[in-house]
């Protein structure tokens, strides 16, 4: 066969076209941090050291924020039981790395974010949980405390120690939510643990999803709606079933438009299945390479294109209860033991199956998660964190 006529055959047309893509995918792909393609060798030391230097100069500038509008001795501010408001927004907060600021990057955050939003949040409200051992030890929510409304675990009642780290955490969670639910009136809570920087578009997914996706019934009836899922964790190739008939829709309407584009570009009188069916698994295979998450970011463009999807395991930075929700929430706290391997998100989750339960989950996230110091899991002089 002349090799004029080869060049012309369909099959070499897609066996070019899946080398070349291959090809170019590995060298345009490998700097993306969420892409399988991503060289942790040439470029993870070197973003890990630029996220902690950003993550340095947001923390100081929150900090220079705050100290210039606070001074005197540690002091709290509780609010009037019984304070009605639409969304109570409370950040769970104990003592971390401290030149980071976390805190005070999650309050200036939200604060921001409220000043963005204006009067559709004119009512929202803003609660500190300090649930640090020793709460005055917790410089930067004695800052925070001369501000806004802020309540500490160990100053309110006595605790008994708990068995594990894990359990710990889950008794602080819904320590910070029955307070939320005691000291307000509201119809939403928003419990965001103290490394999770809110995006600028959270408030207006959160009217999305209250006024337009669940009118009826808040949350649709669901126990929570997570705004956060791990980055690393959001690819196609994940057990989750919603994410692959997303990757299957996907592919089918791209492998319509390059079957399309295919017929026009070489002259081709008529529609090919075969043809469709390749460039449909061309297009699966692209986006996976590229990434799932920058293809969730395209998405802000208007919160009527947020996936609202079952619920994954992982993991608790941002949280949304109705009020009826928090509540059964409460129940099935303190009915169940967290210990090593059974934290507080995974035990939420189990509880949703046996519960006969369901929840939610937005994707894009909805905020940013800047703790690379777990105060759960600890963190080690010398050691350096690494973003994956």
Known sequence: MRLSTVIRTPCFHLSALFISTLF?????????????????????QQLSRDFLQQNLKDGTNALNHFQ???????????????????LIITIIT????????????????????LNECGTDCSDFKLLVCNVDPVPSAHTDACLLSHLLPSVARHLDEPIAEAPNRFEQEKQDYAYCLARSLELYTPEYVLLVEDDAVP?????????????VRFPAEPLGGGLYAKL?????????????????????????VAGLVLT????????RPRFSWPMFVVLTIYAMLLAELAGRHYLLELRRVSPALYNVVPVTECC??????SETSARRTLQYLEELQCAPGYAKDIALYKELGKRKEWAWALEPN??????????????YEGEEPMLL
């Open 24 to 44: 170019l995918a590995t060298f345009c792909f490998h700097g993306l941090l969420y892409s399988p393609l991503f060289s942790r060798r040439l470029h993870l």
């Open 68 to 86: 210039q509008l606070s001074t005197g001795p540690y002091n709290i501010s509780v609010p009037y039981a019984g304070t009605s408001t639409p």
């Open 94 to 113: 104990t003592r971390r790395r401290p030149e980071y600021h976390y805190l005070l990057q999650v309050a200036h955050g939200f604060l921001d974010r």
């Open 199 to 211: 995006l600028r578009d959270i408030f207006s997914a959160f009217f999305h999803l209250v006024q």
């Open 228 to 252: 956060y899922h791990p980055e690393r964790l959001q690819g196609y190739v994940n057990p989750e079933p919603m994410r692959i008939l997303e990757w299957i829709g996907l592919g089918v």
């Open 260 to 267: 399309w584009l295919y017929t026009i570009i070489f002259y």
């Open 316 to 321: 608790t930075p941002a949280m949304l209860f």
């Open 366 to 379: 909805l905020v940013k998660h800047v703790g690379m110091f777990s105060s759960l899991r600890g963190w």
